[in-house]
């Protein structure tokens, strides 16, 4: 498998050599990458050594189209070479297409509006001004929550491990247990007068790819209505196909007030989204009230216009679906796999005993990219193009590895 490359006096392989240069010159938010990347193509990465992986990661969810996918690099090049960025004292085509085709998409009502911004963190800062812009000051949000690393956005994310270090944060932010209606209820009953939002992920990616039930979605959709206070779904990890529809709150018969986007949504080129729906939040952000150089800039909405194009052409939602049937029926067959959680091409594999971060590893070392986002969970994000013959090879591996390194919790585990 390896055309290993050497480099550098110490004959050290290329990747390590890099990933030394990466230690002096990287600082180390990320810690040790795993392999230094050098190329991709569709659902496949290389390494600097010439080694392949599949990649069912890609990148976070953001590879939609999978790596290099020609319709998609045909639009950034034509549109480079035409067009590729413009302050935003003026208008693109790009921007306004992308702009018109996420509210047709997301089926807006009259008044809906889109902001334009870089990243998931971003159109949350985005959204976090619209809840200000409400008059009121407090936002419930979920334990478990992932929202973004920047000031206002870690506000509302939970792990206080990534707050800590940063406290004092901004504004009222409650924390609710998840999914449990009756702790929504008191929170919302205790801060009526002052609720200006509800922030919620549909199914929260990085803890651990964990959905919110129905009935706990919609209690959240009555329940903001009834106070006037915004229900802000960030879809910046379920959005754009990712879930098996086109944002995940379409599976669930409601529609929010505000929806923020990233990841998937560019396919690999940076660019984030807020959707605010109806009249009354499509005008809460004013002239003056936000800004964003790069934001909608066209090289980035002509990237995304394409992803949005070829999900569209080649029927990607239904792909989703069926791959994803499949990939559950035969992950829930593997002995020490307890349950597969999630929607589409997201999901989660919990396992009987925590070690996922170890399975993970010899992934890699097997050619397989997974990511454990919790200790009792491998996640699966893939290019929403993956076929189902190279979502069972890793199938073939896991079941391999469940037998000669057990994760069932009975005897011998890895
Ligand atoms: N919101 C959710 C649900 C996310 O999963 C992430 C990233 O993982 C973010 C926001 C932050 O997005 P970004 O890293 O693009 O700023």
Known sequence: MSDLTTHGEAGLAKGAVDLQRYGHALMGTFGVPMRVLARGEGSYVWDADGNRYLDLLGGIAVNALGHGHPAWVEAIATQAATLAHASNFFATEPQIALAERLLDLAQAPTGSRVFFANSGTEANEAALKMARKTGKGTIIALEGAFHGRSTGALAITHKEAYRAPFAPLIGTVVFVPANDEDAL???????????????????????????????????????????????????????????????????????????????????????????????????????????????????????????LRVIEDEQLIAHVKAVSAHLRERLEAIPGVVEVRGEGLLLGIGLATPASAEIAQAAVAAGFIVNPPSPDTLRLVPALTLTTAEADTFVAWLESHAAHHPFTGEGETT
């Open 185 to 307: 209820r008191a929170a919302v009953a205790e801060h009526a007068s002052d609720l200006s939002a509800i922030f919620l992920e549909p199914i929260q990616g990085e803890a651990g790819v964990k959905p919110l039930t129905h009935a706990y979605l919609a209690l959240a959709r009555e329940l903001t209505l009834r106070h006037q206070a915004l229900l802000v779904l960030d879809e910046v990890q379920t959005g754009v196909a990712r879930t098996g529809a086109w944002f995940a709150y379409q599976l669930h018969g409601i529609q929010p007030d505000v929806m923020t986007l990233a990841k998937g949504l560019g396919g690999g080129f940076p660019v984030g989204a807020v959707i605010a729906f109806g009249a009354h939040a499509g005008a809460l952000l004013g002239k003056g009230d936000h800004g964003s150089t790069f934001g909608g800039n066209p090289l980035a909405a002509a990237a995304a216009l394409a992803t």
